[in-house]
């Protein structure tokens, strides 16, 4: 295949949204053909998924059922939109991916690593991405700006959904598990801080995906 896979990871508030719409317009003016979605989601039927398992009613779903669902969501996702992609020379960015896999039901959850690998191993048929970039921030400060960007969207206070509404202990653990992660991928991984003004954190974007924009 052709085309390139640029996914954007990190806890729940760490800017990955507006650092993927920043990448979106950059490529596209450097003449690439883009393809931007994410997981879970990008399909009919990943949207579907993605209502389940972040509905706050759903507060019973275990850890093995929110592996599942992803694993259906990504297997949708990879046939139906990546792969094509692909296969038509685009740039896809794709905001969330397998590392999320790993980071929140894995580290967060408690669910064997091992395990998980194996699933995602099924589901993405040997697609990974060229670069991952992890924005890493602390879970406290993400969940601020998750809150404070509910509330202006809905005009009233909002704690967000299923996911961003567990324990910080929780969203810590997912923060460490994707610093693992990326210690165990340096090649492909790599972190911006999350921390820093928008602008900032995109000209270290741009120097990592320069060099992938000029194949």
């Known amino acids: ?42 399909t009919r039927i990943g949207i579907k998924i993605r209502e389940l398992l972040l509905d706050c009613k759903n507060s019973e779903m275990t850890a093995l059922t929110e592996v599942f669902l992803y694993a259906a969501a990504r297997a949708q996702h990879i046939e139906e939109v990546i792969r094509p992609a692909l296969r038509q020379n685009c740039i896809v960015i794709c ?3 397998i590392d999320s896999t790993l980071a929140y039901q894995g580290y967060g959850g408690g669910l064997s690593l091992s395990l ?16 991952t970039i992890l924005f890493d921030v602390d879970p406290k400060q993400g969940l601020k700006r998750v809150t404070e960007r509910e509330t202006i ?12 509404r567990k324990e910080v202990a929780f ?33 270290k974007v741009k120097d990592l995906v320069d060099p992938l924009l000029l194949q």
């Not at 969207?153 to 961003?164: Q, V």
């Not at 810590?172 to 999350?194: K, N, T, Y």
């Open 153 to 164: 969207a809905s005009g009233r206070e909002d704690n967000g959904d299923r996911m961003e």
């Open 95 to 97: 905001s969330r991916f």
């Open 116 to 131: 998980l690998e194996n699933i995602n191993l099924a589901t993405s048929e040997g697609i990974e991405p060229k670069l």
């Open 1 to 42: 295949m052709a085309g390139i896979l640029i996914t954007l990871e990190g806890v729940d508030g760490s800017g990955k949204s507006t650092q993927t719409i920043l990448l979106e317009q950059y490529a596209k003016q450097k003449g690439k053909k883009v393809i931007v979605t994410q997981e879970p989601g990008g």
């Open 171 to 203: 969203h810590e653990r997912v923060r460490e598990g994707f610093l693992a992660i990326a210690r165990s991928h340096p090649h492909r991984i790599q972190v911006v801080d999350g921390s820093l003004p928008i602008e900032k954190a995109f000209e």
